[in-house]
């Protein structure tokens, strides 16, 4: 008889789906997908309200990359007024530095999150290891000093965006045009300095480093198992600069191959030209693609190993140093195994520390000059502002009328971008742990857990969600029946 396992909740994930494996009689699998079950209209409740409060509204949207989203729609707005880079005329130094330091501290506590908190647990206790061992409560069991670093690493970036935005979470700083405060020398010096209770920019850019070491020891002692979890191919997308790296904020949309050949690469202000979006009956999220390769050939796929995949060099010292590493180990070629997202993100978290020691020694930060005043005749009533959050490369789309009220909204996140590679995880590790084996374990199921969780997916973000969102993973004969179902 076949069957259909089911997964519900996901966990360990912002947000709530469920994944479905459908085995036939012999249980080798037949098809697997991620569902999102949830349903959001922040894209209709934004309608109406003025433009300027777009950034306000959207950031709510999440608990975990706020400030993405906060600064995304800042950037549309700038569009909008008349500045920004579509307009040629940009922020000024002080306002795009103060941005920039926001959206790295949060790099660094989203990312640090992800990695230690949802990931680092599995790959010390193993993705087979008893649920109650494989979380943070059993990490501070085998590794209270571990644990107290990466708390003060979390505290460090969550204080930093305090300092930026007014709040850890949800606070304002960017306006239409610029930003509504600076940083004053004692503000930085505390994060360069440190305090107690409250570690040393130096300090965090060790515990980073801890955070390297710590995939190259799992690497080292589970290489084949690492190496060959959901090895899937997908092209690589991220927002560059003009020397073709890697920039968190600004620049082009480039977009390579397997081989690193840029496949495309243009202003995101036109990305309707060249993104159209599959839909599924099964899922409320939709299905991005370029519309010169189609929906299989032209998914993209974005986030830290997108963008470590694209970018030709990091610009701080240690974070470049470990790039070179990652770069060698797959001989120059676009890295398309799921669990070396892990090895990426680490890498950025040291990045992004190191990015902040950068910025918080910039005088600039002090300078008065915030806001740029668009002329008279500037409006132009649209907008588009693309960032790289920490899931990866994030789109805001906004117009208003001539009284400045929001008639159209569309986002597209990164865990959108990322649906059809994730759905092909779930079928890669489906196939590799589930299929043909005549009873499925706990571990098995946590194993399509551990697939998606590479890519620290944001469902809430990705489907604009009403009402409760668990995950779900089930297991279906041919017939549709529900022989095995975990739910969360």
């Known amino acids: 008889m076949s069957t259909k396992l089911v997964i519900d909740?996901?966990?360990?994930?912002?947000?709530?789906?469920?994944?479905?494996?459908?085995?036939?009689?012999?249980?080798?699998?037949?098809?697997?997908?991620?569902?999102?079950?949830?349903?959001?209209?922040?894209?209709?409740?934004?309608?109406?309200?003025?433009?300027?409060?777009?950034?306000?509204l959207m950031q709510r949207i999440c608990g975990i990359c706020f400030v993405s989203h906060h600064l995304c729609g800042a950037k549309a707005l700038d569009d909008m007024v008349g500045v920004g880079l579509k307009s040629g005329i940009d922020v000024t130094p002080t306002a795009e530095k103060i941005r920039r330091l926001g959206h790295y501290a949060q790099m660094l506590q989203s990312h640090a999150t992800a990695y230690f908190y949802l990931i680092v647990p599995e790959m010390l206790f193993g993705m087979d290891a008893a649920p109650e061992q494989r979380n943070v409560l059993g990490l501070i069991e085998a590794n209270p000093e571990l644990v107290k670093r990466v708390v003060m690493l979390r505290k460090w970036g969550q204080e930093v965006i305090k300092a930026v935005f007014g709040r850890r979470m949800h606070g304002i700083s960017s306006v239409p045009g610029g930003v509504n405060k600076n940083l004053s020398v004692a503000e930085c010096q505390r994060f360069l300095k440190g305090e107690e209770g409250l570690p040393s920019v130096d300090e965090v850019i060790e515990y980073a480093q801890e955070g390297v070491q710590l995939f190259y020891d799992f690497h080292e002692?589970?290489?084949?198992?690492?190496?060959?979890?959901?090895?899937?191919?997908?092209?690589?997308?991220?927002?560059?600069?003009?020397?073709g790296n890697v920039d968190y904020y600004h620049g082009k949309l480039r977009i390579i191959d397997d081989d690193k050949n840029v496949v495309q690469e243009f202003d995101y202000h036109d990305y309707l030209d060249h993104f159209s979006e599959a839909v599924e009956e099964w899922s409320y999220m939709k299905f991005p693609f370029l519309k010169a390769l189609g929906r299989e050939r032209g998914s993209v796929r974005v986030g830290p190993l997108g963008r470590l995949n694209v970018t030709n060099s990091l610009s701080t010292p240690l974070a470049q140093e470990a790039l070179e590493r990652f770069h060698a180990y797959t001989n120059g070629k676009a890295n398309n195994m799921t669990l070396h997202t892990n090895w990426a993100?680490?890498?950025?978290?040291?990045?992004?520390?190191?990015?902040?020691?950068?910025?918080?020694?910039?005088?600039?930060?002090?300078?008065?000059?915030?806001?740029?005043?668009?002329?008279?005749?500037?409006?132009?009533?649209?907008?588009v502002g693309v960032v790289e959050a920490p899931r990866g490369t994030l789109l805001h789309h906004y117009r208003a009328d001539q009284e400045g009220d929001i008639t159209f909204a569309n986002l597209v996140v990164a865990t959108t971008q990322n649906n059809q590679v994730m759905n092909r995880t779930v079928r890669s590790v489906a196939e590799d742990y589930l299929g043909g084996q005549g009873e499925v374990t706990e571990g098995m199921m946590n194993a399509i857990e551990v697939g998606i969780r590479a890519y620290d997916p944001c469902l809430s973000c990705a489907t604009h969600a009403l009402g409760q969102m668990p995950l779900i993973v089930s297991v279906h004969d041919t017939e549709g029946h529900v022989i095995n179902e975990r739910v969360r």
């Open 345 to 383: 993100r680490a890498i950025e978290i040291l990045h992004a520390a190191e990015l902040i020691k950068e910025l918080l020694n910039d005088p600039d930060l002090q300078k008065e000059q915030l806001l740029l005043t668009p002329a008279d005749n500037a409006w132009t009533g649209e907008g």
């Open 221 to 243: 002692q589970n290489r084949v198992q690492v190496d060959s979890f959901a090895n899937v191919s997908a092209l690589s997308m991220s927002l560059v600069d003009a020397d």
């Open 9 to 56: 909740p996901v966990t360990r994930i912002e947000g709530h789906g469920k994944v479905t494996v459908h085995l036939d009689d012999n249980n080798n699998v037949v098809d697997a997908h991620l569902h999102v079950v949830e349903f959001r209209g922040f894209e209709k409740l934004v309608q109406g309200h003025p433009f300027w409060e777009a950034p306000m």
